[in-house]
Nanobody, 123 residues
Framework: QVQLVESGGGLVQPGGSLRLSCAASGSISSFNIMGWYRQAPGKQRELVARIFSGGTANYVSSVKGRFTISRDNAKNTVYLQLNSLKPEDTAVYYC?????????????????WGQGTQVTVSS
């Protein structure tokens, strides 16, 4: 079992920047995918960015060119750099860790979530 703790959220003006951190209680090198999701009021949770163990990263189109995800396996931490923030980026941001488990009985994805950190973009 791994615990994920997000930090770095806050109130920022449009055009501003934040860096979110997700610290894991254990090694993240065993996880296939580390990701950041967000959920705005009244909306479904959506994938914002994810990074695979090999370093490949994917982004939702609305944040491409503005957000950057990175992982530091030595520090067991995943980061999300948020630049050129817009009011529509306002949401609770959640860290996610995914591990593929393949046993003789079954195969499945195990998901772990943090508690979330609030990002508010407003003037």
């Amino acid at each position: 079992q791994v615990q994920l703790v997000e930090s770095g959220g806050g109130l920022v003006q449009p055009g501003g920047s934040l860096r979110l951190s997700c610290a894991a209680s254990g090694s993240i090198s065993s996880f296939n995918i580390m990701g950041w999701y967000r959920q705005a009021p009244g909306k479904q949770r959506e994938l914002v960015a994810r990074i695979f163990s090999g370093g490949t990263a994917n982004y939702v189109s609305s944040v491409k060119g503005r957000f950057t995800i990175s992982r530091d396996n030595a520090k067991n931490t995943v980061y999300l750099q948020l630049n050129s923030l817009k009011p529509e980026d306002t949401a609770v941001y959640y860290c996610n860790a995914r591990k593929f488990v393949d046993t003789t009985r079954d195969s499945r994805w195990d998901d772990y979530w943090g508690q979330g950190t609030q990002v508010t973009v407003s003037s």
